[in-house]
């Protein structure tokens, strides 16, 4: 495409037929491509926006310590944290070991053809609506027995595991033969070797898959409204009942009609959004970091 | 510490002799149960949404698919508002998605150069990350109001004549339902098409430009030639999200009982009556037909999974071998 300017003469092309025609599709091409990317651009700067001009001027230091309110007074979104950081804390403690298990399995221990089905249980698992994960941990567990912040646990946990188990395998898989043969060489058994040697070599990545995995379920609110919703608004940490939760805050929020709450639903907004792109923004580096690790190595 | 020689990892001598180390074989032990948990959890899944679902099965049969109702009253129920409310959303979601996306991934392969991928593929990958119900709350208050003011009364001063753009403009509907599935399924769409168009081979795509070629040519005549079974499943798995979202559509689409053919008016998906019924159901047959529905979607996510999931196994091996 590059021609020297003002030189056509040694463009044989400029001589073809419909080039003009061609040269317009190939503007009109990188017009549409540039614009589309804007689009997405302008779509997360919109929402980013947004939740920050309408969320910002509600943030105080009550929105953080104090319940919410029941009727009109001034309060916050303390129960809620509370609520969330607890079910999301257990979440990460039911599903990261048998997510790294698993995925040890598949790398270290199972043949080709074995590792390929569990990758594609895995992935079907993934692609399980969060609102199926929701009523099936709701008829499992729930049905007479009530709401429990454990059970909204196990849910969100359901949903790590296939996350957390590919990304694990996927880094183990790229960790070098000759470092496993060199452990075995030594004499060191192969449950040591993996543990002492293919885990920490792979940790970046998995750390990657976990905080992604966190950020993800941290903002799942289908999953909790079957097993982890209908609480009292106030602070909580008892864990055999239901607890109220950051999202499900924002979701009754939103349905509500009055200002007020609708402004606290956008502070709430806020803050759930902030810890997920904080969150997002440690899982780049931490990647960033291991990739030159891995380079330099 | 104490005596020379003495490791404490050491097996006894007896396993030792026979080949057998206690560790390893836990280590394995513990590793294979977890898998077979993870198997088993699937099939968990499947089977509970499916007997909760039984009585609903049993009452109303196969034809609960196609039945156009949901009225406690008389106790009567069918899925087809809300499988309605769902394909239609999620194709106009598509439809839109899919272009985009690809234009995307085209902007960050071919055309930015390196400094600029690199931010804008982050930023549309927070656009991933953005929790369903905040797009939601933002779909409700800020969308919705725009679409009904703007974006509607444009539309039907154009298409007024189509019946899926007639009727009164509202906030709530099928038109900001699927414009917010379209932004959710963006960045996993476009982030499966830049790779697979980042793994197009150079050489090709040099050859058909030494031919004469402009960009927009190779990359119709050789990229999409490539890449077009990828493509299908990326199509494939924003597809499989667009159906199972219940959230943010459950705050922007309206919650109606019956199908109406107008974009603009409410309508209702079946991920959003689920979640529309948390907080529990009139009779157990009305809980079962809940049940029934998220069975319908589990099967419509299933197949959609698993064909996308053949199509990139497929995909990677003839790929493989070129």
Redesign the interface.
Known sequence: ?TTIPGDDRYDI?IR?AGLRR??I??KA??G??????L???G??AL?LG??IHKGLSQLSLDFFTKARPLFGESGGIADALVGSVLIVGMAMLMAI??SI??A???S???GPRLS?A?R??????N??????????VF??LVVGRGQSAIFGAFSLA?LM??MV?RATQEVLEIVPRSLREASLALGV????T??SVVLPTAIGGILTGVVIAV??V?????PL??TS??AANAISTDVTHALPTL?VA??A???SADPAE?AM??AA?LV??LF??VL?IVA?LVASRQRRKSEGA | MTSVGYDPAAPSPELERRGIRLGDVLFQGIAVAASVAATVLLGMIVYQVVSDAWPAIQEFGLAFVWTEAWDPVQDSYGALTFVYGTVVTSLIALLLATPLSIAIALFLTEIAPRRVAAPIATMVELLAAIPSVVLGLWGILVLGPWVRDTLEPWLQSFLGWIPLFSGEPSQAGMLPAALVLTIMIIPITSAICRELFARTPRDLMDGAMALGSTRWEAIRGVMFAYAAPGIAAAVLLGLGRAFGEAIAVNQVIGGANSINISLFAPADSLGSRIAAQYQGATSQLQASSILYLGAILMVISLVTNVIAQAIVTRFERSRRAY
């Open positions: 495409m092309t073809s061609r040269r599709t190939e091409f990188a549409l491509a540039v614009a589309s990317a689009i997405a651009v779509i997360l929402v947004t939740v070991p048998v298990l698993v040890i399995f598949m270290e221990y199972a390929v569990l594609i249980v895995l992935d079907v698992l692609g399980v609506p969060a609102i199926v994960v929701g009523i099936f008829g499992l359901v595991l296939p188990a058994t192969r449950w040591r993996t543990v950020a993800r941290a903002g799942e609110t289908a409204l079957f919703s209908i999202p924002i979701f929020f939103s349905e609708q639903g956008w907004a759930l959004i997920v792109l997002n780049k």
